[in-house]
């Protein structure tokens, strides 16, 4: 993993307190994010991206931080977007598991 390309899930929490203006996309499939999800997350499934990238260009320039399960599936969308010209793209390390671990136990772990 890039470590360029990634950020930790209490960087992740720290910013959303903050409200600093970043999008938080999960790239789980839907049933993933219907079984456990991050309220702020913006869900925009791996396996649509290609054909759904058009409905990112509004944060073209703003910070985005995608999340999947693991940290497998966002590393992977994370550098792909930032070939697309992306500004600033990072994947959470350790994905919504990590979160639910980490920062809300309420979310279930899968």
Same mark, same amino acid.
């Given at each position: ?31 993933? #994010?219907?079984?456990? +999800?991050?309220?702020? =997350?913006?869900? *925009?499934?791996?396996?649509?991206? $290609?054909?759904?990238? %058009? ?14 399960? #693991?940290?497998?599936? +966002?590393?992977?969308? =994370?550098?792909? *977007?930032?070939?697309?010209?992306? $500004?600033?793209?990072? %994947? ?19």
């Amino acid at each position: 993993m890039n470590e360029d390309l990634e950020v930790s899930c209490e960087s992740v929490r720290d910013r959303l307190t903050t409200g600093e203006d970043l999008l938080l996309l999960d790239c789980r499939e839907a049933d993933e #994010h219907a079984t456990a +999800s991050v309220a702020a =997350a913006v869900l *925009l499934p791996m396996s649509e991206l $290609a054909a759904r990238v %058009s409905e990112l260009e509004p944060h073209r320039q703003r910070p985005i931080v995608v999340m999947c399960h #693991h940290g497998m599936r +966002s590393a992977q969308v =994370a550098a792909w *977007l930032a070939g697309q010209g992306f $500004a600033s793209v990072k %994947s959470m390390a350790g994905g919504i598991d990590a979160w639910a671990e980490q920062i809300d136990a309420t979310v279930p772990r899968y």
